[in-house]
Each structure stands twice: as C-alpha cells, then as structure tokens.
C-alpha cells in the first residue's frame, strides 16, 4: 500500500485490465452513443469486444452484446432503428444487424472470405457498402509464390496479394453483395455521396509503386464506373470525404515532395480533382485524424460551413473547428494537459475519447463549440479508484546548441530520490509523448521507477522545422536531446546516474541501440523490434523503398555515409550495456534480422545479451497481441531493469 487511502500501486496487470474503447458514434437523434469496447478476461486468457449503448443524458451504459467473441466496428442506420456491425460469431467476420429496439442480431453477410471495413449505410438506409477480400480460394501459404509487387507485404496485414480489398455493396431488402472494384489495391475509407449514387474511398498499397502510405482517392457508382480524383503524385494523403452538400472534396493531406513529418493541411477541391484550396496553409501544427494505412481511416467531421479536426500541440491533442468558406479561420475549442480523439459529430455536439497518462480514454461530449463538455462513461473508474498513480513532473530544457526540449517524468511512490530512471523513448521518429496513456509508463512507475519521456528533435505537435530536422539526420541530433533530458533529471535531483535503464520499440529501438553504442551510462538496456542496420533495412522493410529519399536523402548506394554513420550496428562493437532484444517475428516494419544482428553482434564482442522471440506477432504484437505475449513483454521488461538497474 503507498497511501493512506489504502491505494495501491500500478501492477504488472494493471493496463490489460483496462477497458479500452475503440469506434463510437452517435444515434442520428443525438439522444444515444455506441461504441466496442475491448476487455480481456485475465483468468481465461481470453481478449473479447462488445458493444454498448450509451445514453447521452443519462451517462448509462447498456450492454449490447455478450457473446466472448469480436463485436466492432458499429454504425447506425439512417432512421436510427438498427445497428450494423462486425462480428466473428459465425466464424469469418461478418456484417450483423442489431435492432436497436431489442432482440437477436442477424447475420447480413455470408461472404467465404469475411468481411474486413465498418459498414457504410447509404443515406436512404436502403444498402450498405463495406470492403472485403477477393472471391477466389485462399492461397496456400505453403506452395512456392511469385511476387511482382513492388511492395508484397505489410506489417499488420502480411502478403498484400492475398490482402486485396475490393468494394461491395448489398441491399438491406436481401440478395447477394454486388462487387464494384476489382483492381489490385486495397479500397478503404468508404464515404457514400449525399446523394447516394457513388462512393468516394482510398485507393492504397499499388501493386507498381513503392507509395504504401500515400493513397489514390476514387469515386465509384453503383454501376461499378471508377474515376481516380488524385493519384499518388500530387502527396501523402490521410483521409477524403464529400463536403455537406456533396459539391467538393475534403482532403487531410501533406502536399508535392514535402519532407516526412511535413504537417497535414485540409484542403478542398472540386469532384474532379482540380481548384485545391489549402483552409490551413498559414497553421503551423496543421491538423490530425486517426488513420490507419491498411483497412479504415478516422472520420472527418464536418457540417456545411466547417471541419472539427484533432491538432497535436506540444504534448496534447486538442480538438479545433476549421471554417470552410470565406476568409480561412480556424478556433481553439478543446485543450489542456490531456489527448482527444474526435469520434463523431451532429448538429448539436461532439462525441470524443478524452485519455491522460492515467487513462486510456472515456467517452466524452461537449456542444459544438467547446462548451458544456461532460464525461458519458467511465469503464475504468473503479480500477482507477484502486491505484495510486505517480506525481507527474514537467520539463523543459535546452540542448547545447539552444532548442528548448519538452519532457515528462513519472516520481514513483515509493523510495526517496534520486530515483532508478527508465529513459523511455518514442517510436516514429515523427511521433509524440506526452499527456496521453503510455503502454507501460505506468507500470514502470508502480514497480519503484521514475520514468522519463521527452520529446526530442523528430517529434510532432512544435512545427515543421522541428519535425522534419532529422532528414538525413537519424541518430545525429536526437539523441544528443534525449541525452540532455537524462542529464536535466540527474541535476534536478529526480534521477540517480548510478542506476539508469532505456528502453524503446522501433524507432524507440533504434534509438535505445543507438544510445548504447555512444554511452556506457545507462545499466541496462531493452530494445524491441528495433532499426540496427540502415542498408539492409532498406531491402527488407515495408516503407523504406518509399520513405529513403526523404529519411536518408537517397539509396544506399547514394547516400552511403548517411547509411553507415546513422545505423546502430556501426557502433555496436562499442557496447557494453547488457541488452534485451525483444522480437516479433512476423514484423514487417523492422523484421526479426535487424534485432539478429545487433544480438550476433554484441555476443561476438563480450557484451551480456538475450533475445526474446515472440512467435507469429507482427510490429506492434506486445501493445495489441494476445493475453500472453502482452504479460511475456510486461515481466521481461520489469525483471531486466531490477536485475541490473536496481
């Protein structure tokens, strides 16, 4: 026990007892919310999704479904009577339809393949379109393939040819789906016209071209005709919809051949991808929507005369409206030291995620103006009730050469300073930390750690300038930042030198590898799924053909000093910090070779190391795998900081 209220502290468990909410939108009357919460059943080893229904008024929460199964995904019929959502209760996953009224949820589709998107419904509520895998029998993963990709696989999805996704729709009257695509790329995002004829969507993953991240936008009608609106020449973009009248094209994107990190504007444009207008050119963070470069995309919220978009500033995301006619103009409507993730929108309110370092996100509403925001669930309440959660420090210092650098360190309740510190380094490069939840800060803090987090040169939410400085640059500058952050604790009195860890995943574990190649101050070291060797990174990971011009400022065989001086297994004969490699071995993003090397490595030269293999996970297998392999990555993580930290 830490306190007097007889709280405890966070536990090796704790972040897989939490609920954690995923799609969530609002009835078409306002009045109700519903949303697929995931929960994990520790006792049975068992990950399962539900749907609830949440009453805006009254903040009560209704169970929709019980089945241990997966139920996501939900979307509301026009007239508000049923619920479309998917569902592996039959065995593939399936399109069911829920009556909101009461009863049994009925399978809609039957499709060999299974269904892979949220439903669409069209606005007459008479269809409902959704995306799904090509008709023919599944390949067998066993016989010899040909690949003529020129990117074949993709970490999370795995061999894009048997990942093909093609758009349907099929009515609600019954009979069988109607295809609509058929073209090699992965069609996702659907967004019906408001009048109902066609489909705007995302055409990702070419087969001829190395752009994964950066889609086409389509249009097809419902006589399967195509028109390509932008293709992949014009930039990187993040989501598209019709605007309210269905007149023009609202686009998140970053435009022409902008460095990586490069802030997303939204732009509109006509139907026929032309008379782009940048509503956001004059705003240094630009905006930020939840996507994802495989099956789906966030929502873009609009109404006829403006957006609500999500924008990172500095350690938070807040919520901002963004004017779509007239002079460009944009409003500050939700902020403070916390993450919002907009969901859904009407005329009346929006629906948002709210999470903070100790939550990982309720349900929240608020008018469309910002005001009058109130809380609608509280999944978590009572095992937040339990914890004693750690004092939070704000930082703020300078590196030698005059960048003011934003941090944050988690005080632990027990011991006395100066405390055993875990230097925890984000992912990306071009990603941020701070007042969001952080798989395994908590943890970290509750077995006796400060935690120290900072947001280095690379990062996002502090402008171009800042977010794209590391072009050609990997390894040079950041870690020169993070290395005045430990020294910053060390001299505020927080941190003891003599008892420091580092850890990091992916680009976290490219720099923790990095850092130990430069330094012996650190007692232990556990890196997962980590970037060693630039060269060989470039051939074998998913986005490096795409990304090495702007990353590394050409090919290997262009840019052979950029390679050599910013990969960590040039310096790792050098280390001396006993290392924990923790692998997944399905990784596409940063394959199981690069964690091999550095392994082979540091054995040939005497440094203590161990490797753990998590079989069959891909990149992000620890933070959203199974029961196992989360609770596997927990205690590896833990046990190899007390062993050599403590």
């Not at 609106?229 to 609202?250: E, H, M, P, S």
């Not at 997962?528 to 090495?548: F, H, K, Q, R």
Request: hydrophobic share 35%.
């Amino acid at each position: 026990m830490t306190d007097s209220h007889n709280k405890r502290d966070f536990d090796l468990l704790d972040d897989l007892r939490y609920a954690r909410i995923g799609t969530a939108r609002l009835s078409p009357d306002g009045q109700s919310a519903v949303c697929d919460v995931i929960q994990h059943d520790l006792e049975n080893d068992l990950t399962f999704t539900s749907l609830w229904l949440i009453d805006i008024a009254s903040a009560e929460a209704r169970q929709l479904t019980f089945d241990k199964g997966n139920n996501s995904a939900p979307a509301w019929s026009p007239d508000g009577d049923s619920i479309a959502f998917l569902s592996d209760r039959a065995g593939k996953r399936q399109i069911h339809l829920l009556p909101v009224a009461g009863g049994e949820a009925r399978q809609f589709t039957h499709l060999p393949q299974g269904v892979d998107s949220q439903p669409q419904w069209s606005p007459d509520g008479a269809t409902i379109a959704f995306t799904a895998g090509i008709l023919t029998e599944a390949r067998d993963p066993a016989a010899p393939y040909r690949v003529t990709r020129t990117i074949y696989r993709f970490d999370g999805i795995g061999y894009l040819d048997d990942a093909v996704q093609n758009i349907y729709v099929q009515s609600i009257g019954g009979g069988e789906p109607q295809q609509l695509t058929d073209d090699g790329h992965l069609d996702r995002a659907l967004r019906w016209s408001p009048d109902g004829r066609e489909l705007l969507y995302l055409a990702a993953h070419d087969p001829d071209r190395a752009d994964l991240f950066s889609p086409k936008i389509r249009a097809v009608n419902l006589d399967g005709k195509i028109d390509e609106i932008l293709g992949l020449d014009w930039g990187f973009v993040k989501a598209a919809d019709w605007t309210a009248d269905g007149g023009r094209v609202i686009v998140i994107a970053s435009s022409g051949d902008q460095p990586m990190a490069t802030k997303d504007n939204l732009w509109l444009m006509d139907r026929d991808g032309t008379n782009f207008e940048n509503r956001t050119e004059d705003f240094p963070l630009g905006v930020d929507i939840q996507w994802f470069p495989a099956f789906s995309t966030g929502k873009l919220l609009k109404s006829e005369s403006q957006a609500w978009v999500n924008v990172v500033n500095r350690g938070s995301k807040e919520t901002w409206s963004i004017a779509l006619s007239g002079e460009p103009a944009r409003q500050k409507l939700l902020s403070g030291e916390r993450s919002m993730t907009l969901c859904d929108a009407d005329d009346k309110q929006l629906l948002f995620l709210n999470s903070d370092l100790t939550n990982p996100g309720e349900l929240h509403t608020a008018a469309l103006d910002g005001s009058n925001e109130r809380p609608i669930t509280s999944f978590n309440a009572a095992l937040m009730d339990e914890i004693a959660f750690p004092k939070v420090e704000h930082l703020l210092y300078q590196t030698e050469d005059g960048v003011d650098i934003q941090g944050w360190l988690l005080v632990p309740n027990s011991g006395e300073p100066p405390y055993p510190t875990v230097l925890y380094i984000h992912g990306g490069p071009h990603w941020w930390y701070g007042n969001t939840y952080g798989t395994d800060f908590q943890m970290l803090a509750g077995a006796g750690y400060a935690v120290l987090f900072v947001n280095p040169r690379g990062s996002t939410g502090y402008g171009d300038d800042f977010a794209t400085v590391l072009s050609g640059q990997w390894g040079l500058l950041d870690h020169k930042d993070i290395l005045a952050g430990v020294d910053h604790v060390i001299e505020s009195g927080f941190a003891d030198p003599d008892r420091l860890g580092v850890f990091g995943l992916s680009y976290g574990g490219y720099m923790t590898t990095f850092l130990i190649g430069h330094t012996h101050r650190f007692k232990a070291a556990v890196a997962e799924n980590p970037v060693i060797d630039l060269v060989s990174e470039y051939g074998t990971a998913d986005m490096c053909i795409w990304g090495a011009q702007s990353l590394f400022g050409g090919k290997p065989h262009e840019a052979p000093d950029v390679y050599h001086r910013s990969s960590p297994i040039t310096y790792a004969h050098l280390v001396k910090t006993p290392t924990l490699m923790i692998q997944c071995e399905d990784d596409f993003r940063c394959p199981i070779g690069q964690g091999e090397q550095f392994y082979a490595h540091l054995k040939a030269n005497g440094c203590h190391v161990e490797m753990i293999r998590i079989p069959g996970m891909s990149h992000t297998g620890t933070i959203d795998g199974p029961i196992y392999v989360q609770k596997a990555q927990n205690e590896a993580l833990v046990e190899w900081m007390d062993r050599y930290v403590k």
